[in-house]
């Protein structure tokens, strides 16, 4: 591909992206999901006007990555204290449940194995990647519909950036088992440091950056230095720690949150990821996705796949919601809010197959559910809240 070619992908994603996503709104859907849809009809699937190249999964990246860093810069601190514990008794629930979900699913499909074999760590595998969570799609749901800051959607938020240094711990933990080079100990201390470093490093950011705030505010020093903040622990978290980078960036963001620019810092970095990097973030999901390399065996295990990731995310989820003494209404839209795969399910899935715990041809499966997931999530959480808007008005109106 010559250099200048990649400048009408950007061009055709763009359009596409804002004609669907306008669409999707017309219809009361999030704009999200136009824009996923998007990806899907100018792929390999249907149009095949653009190919996920190097330089837009690259981009892609960098949209996730700016997600995250403004759902950090929107979230309530105090709040999401407050619901340290609770996100962390979700988090543990809402990997434990689809991890044994999708193991039993591959040994109903594919026969049990005995304890230890290679097929035993391969049925595992396909429980580990139904643990990720991916919630940039629900943050970008969560904010159209103006919840992002509720106790719902910052718990939802802490959820799941635990649940996936828990996923990956897992997955360390299985690659180990199955004879991989990386010691599970290696990892956890990882994590473990990662968050010491995080709590030293950011508090001292903090104080830099509030007294900056003194000096310069509203200056557009600020959300220039914050974007270099971004990207610094996004790649710090992934070169020193291992641990994913978009958890880096969200930290950065929870760094500024307390800062009295933080609504202007944060209005900057919407405008770069509303006008590019968002788009093409959730347009290369619908690019990934090719449905003629599917075949009866594959699809029959996909749809399957898909089903029993988003029923045990949600039960997992949902069910210990309620224990920790939310509604049924705020433990099914935590649930159903967690239910979201993205690029993590899709780190773990690469590193399955370079390790040779998934087959190529089941990675389809897991496209699936991304797409799915993706499509469906803002879709259920935009009814659930509706529902709850017409029961308030209703009684408002008695």
Known sequence: MEAYEVFLSLAIIIVFSKVFGLLAKRVKAPEVVGEILAGIIIGPSLLNLVHLSDFIQKFAEIGVVLLMFSAGLGTNLKELLKTGFKAFLIACCGVAVPLVGGSLLYFAMYGGAPWGSPDFYKGVFVGVIMT???????????RELGKL???????????????????IIVLTFVIGLNGGEVKASKVVIQTLLFFVFAIVV??????????????????????????ALCFAMAYVAEKFFGIADITGAYVAGIILCSIKDHDYIASKMDINSYMI????????????TDVSSFNTKVLVFAVL????????????????????????????????GMMTRGEVALIVSQKGLSVGLISSEYFTAVILLIVVSSILTPIVLKLLYNQESSKIHHIEKE
């Open 202 to 227: 950011g508090f001292l950011f903090y104080l830099l950056f509030k007294c900056m705030d003194k000096r310069w505010p509203h200056t557009r020093r600020m959300p220039i230095l914050s974007l």
């Open 132 to 142: 990720a969570t991916s919630v940039s799609i629900t943050v970008q749901a969560l």
């Open 277 to 288: 990097f968002g788009p093409v973030f959730f347009a290369s999901i619908g690019l990934r």
């Open 305 to 336: 796949f898909v089903i029993v990731a988003l029923v045990t995310k949600i039960i997992g989820c949902g069910l210990i919601s309620k224990v920790c003494r939310f509604s049924w209404g705020d433990s099914l839209k935590i649930g159903v």
């Open 149 to 167: 800051k509720t106790t719902v959607g910052t718990t939802i938020l802490s959820a799941a950036i635990i649940d996936d240094v828990i996923g």
